[in-house]
Protein backbone atom coordinates (compact mmCIF):
# COMPACT_ATOMS: atom_id res chain seq x y z
CA UNK A 1 0.00 0.00 0.00
CA UNK A 2 1.55 3.33 -0.84
CA UNK A 3 0.98 5.92 1.86
CA UNK A 4 2.10 9.47 2.93
CA UNK A 5 1.67 11.05 5.92
CA UNK A 6 2.59 14.71 6.86
CA UNK A 7 3.39 15.95 10.36
CA UNK A 8 5.14 18.91 12.30
CA UNK A 9 2.50 21.55 11.03
CA UNK A 10 2.15 24.08 13.82
CA UNK A 11 0.83 27.30 14.77
CA UNK A 12 3.51 29.47 14.15
CA UNK A 13 4.32 34.05 14.08
CA UNK A 14 4.92 35.72 11.31
CA UNK A 15 8.54 35.39 10.63
CA UNK A 16 8.84 32.09 12.42
CA UNK A 17 9.91 28.56 10.51
CA UNK A 18 8.40 25.21 10.82
CA UNK A 19 9.73 21.76 9.40
CA UNK A 20 6.86 19.61 7.71
CA UNK A 21 7.79 15.75 7.32
CA UNK A 22 6.10 13.53 4.49
CA UNK A 23 6.69 9.97 5.66
CA UNK A 24 6.24 7.79 2.82
CA UNK A 25 5.51 4.03 3.07
CA UNK A 26 4.98 1.41 0.12
CA UNK A 27 7.45 2.90 -1.80
CA UNK A 28 11.12 4.52 -2.59
CA UNK A 29 10.61 8.71 -2.29
CA UNK A 30 14.07 8.27 -4.64
CA UNK A 31 12.26 6.66 -7.22
CA UNK A 32 9.68 9.10 -8.09
CA UNK A 33 8.27 12.90 -7.81
CA UNK A 34 7.08 14.38 -5.41
CA UNK A 35 5.33 17.31 -4.43
CA UNK A 36 4.03 19.70 -1.86
CA UNK A 37 0.39 21.44 -2.39
CA UNK A 38 -1.13 23.58 0.08
CA UNK A 39 -4.90 24.44 0.51
CA UNK A 40 -6.71 27.54 2.19
CA UNK A 41 -9.91 27.77 3.14
CA UNK A 42 -12.09 28.99 0.08
CA UNK A 43 -9.21 28.40 -1.57
CA UNK A 44 -8.01 25.69 -4.63
CA UNK A 45 -5.02 23.43 -3.29
CA UNK A 46 -2.46 24.87 -4.93
CA UNK A 47 1.75 23.74 -5.64
CA UNK A 48 3.97 24.86 -3.51
CA UNK A 49 7.19 22.89 -4.49
CA UNK A 50 8.09 19.20 -5.61
CA UNK A 51 11.53 17.42 -6.43
CA UNK A 52 12.56 15.52 -9.30
CA UNK A 53 12.42 11.83 -9.15
CA UNK A 54 15.74 11.75 -11.27
CA UNK A 55 17.95 14.38 -8.86
CA UNK A 56 17.74 16.19 -6.02
CA UNK A 57 16.83 19.29 -8.43
CA UNK A 58 13.46 20.91 -7.30
CA UNK A 59 10.67 23.69 -8.46
CA UNK A 60 8.71 26.41 -5.90
CA UNK A 61 5.78 28.36 -6.43
CA UNK A 62 7.09 31.88 -6.71
CA UNK A 63 5.36 32.82 -3.48
CA UNK A 64 7.44 30.89 -1.94
CA UNK A 65 10.98 31.17 -4.07
CA UNK A 66 13.79 31.51 -1.07
CA UNK A 67 11.91 31.04 1.70
CA UNK A 68 10.85 27.26 1.37
CA UNK A 69 12.93 24.57 0.39
CA UNK A 70 12.30 20.74 -0.17
CA UNK A 71 14.54 17.73 0.52
CA UNK A 72 14.45 13.93 0.23
CA UNK A 73 16.40 11.54 2.82
CA UNK A 74 16.53 8.55 1.51
CA UNK A 75 17.92 6.60 4.09
CA UNK A 76 14.26 7.85 6.02
CA UNK A 77 12.49 7.24 2.91
CA UNK A 78 10.85 11.06 3.66
CA UNK A 79 10.80 13.85 2.12
CA UNK A 80 10.67 17.65 4.02
CA UNK A 81 9.40 21.16 3.56
CA UNK A 82 11.78 23.67 5.04
CA UNK A 83 10.01 26.88 5.30
CA UNK A 84 11.57 29.94 6.80
CA UNK A 85 10.08 33.57 6.62
CA UNK A 86 6.75 32.62 7.37
CA UNK A 87 3.38 34.86 6.23
CA UNK A 88 -0.02 34.73 7.22
CA UNK A 89 -0.77 33.80 3.99
CA UNK A 90 0.97 30.68 4.05
CA UNK A 91 -1.53 29.53 6.61
CA UNK A 92 -2.85 26.61 4.44
CA UNK A 93 -3.21 22.59 4.81
CA UNK A 94 -0.01 21.08 3.43
CA UNK A 95 -0.09 17.98 1.64
CA UNK A 96 2.29 15.85 0.02
CA UNK A 97 1.85 14.29 -2.97
CA UNK A 98 3.58 10.89 -4.97
CA UNK A 99 3.07 10.96 -8.75
CA UNK A 100 3.26 7.66 -10.01
CA UNK A 101 2.86 8.70 -13.70
CA UNK A 102 5.02 11.63 -14.43
CA UNK A 103 9.06 11.19 -14.18
CA UNK A 104 12.50 13.43 -14.34
CA UNK A 105 11.75 16.90 -13.83
CA UNK A 106 8.68 17.44 -11.49
CA UNK A 107 5.83 20.08 -12.00
CA UNK A 108 3.19 21.48 -9.93
CA UNK A 109 0.46 20.44 -11.74
CA UNK A 110 -2.07 18.67 -9.42
CA UNK A 111 -3.41 16.19 -11.78
CA UNK A 112 -0.43 14.35 -12.25
CA UNK A 113 -0.42 13.64 -8.92
CA UNK A 114 -1.64 10.13 -7.73
CA UNK A 115 -1.32 9.67 -3.84
CA UNK A 116 -2.14 12.12 -0.76
CA UNK A 117 -1.42 12.70 2.72
CA UNK A 118 -4.40 13.86 4.95
CA UNK A 119 -2.50 16.92 5.53
CA UNK A 120 -0.98 18.94 7.96
CA UNK A 121 -2.40 22.40 9.32
CA UNK A 122 -0.38 25.17 9.59
CA UNK A 123 -1.23 28.49 10.89
CA UNK A 124 0.77 31.76 10.87
CA UNK A 125 -0.58 34.22 13.13
CA UNK A 126 0.24 37.03 15.27
Known amino acids: QLQLVESGGALVQPGGSLRLSCAAS????????IGWFRQAPGKEREGVSCINSSDESADYADSVKGRFTISRDNAKNAVYLQMNSLKPEDTAVYYC???????????????????WGQGTQVTVSS
Open 26 to 33: GFSVDSYV
Open 97 to 115: ALSLKWFGVCVLRRGIYNV
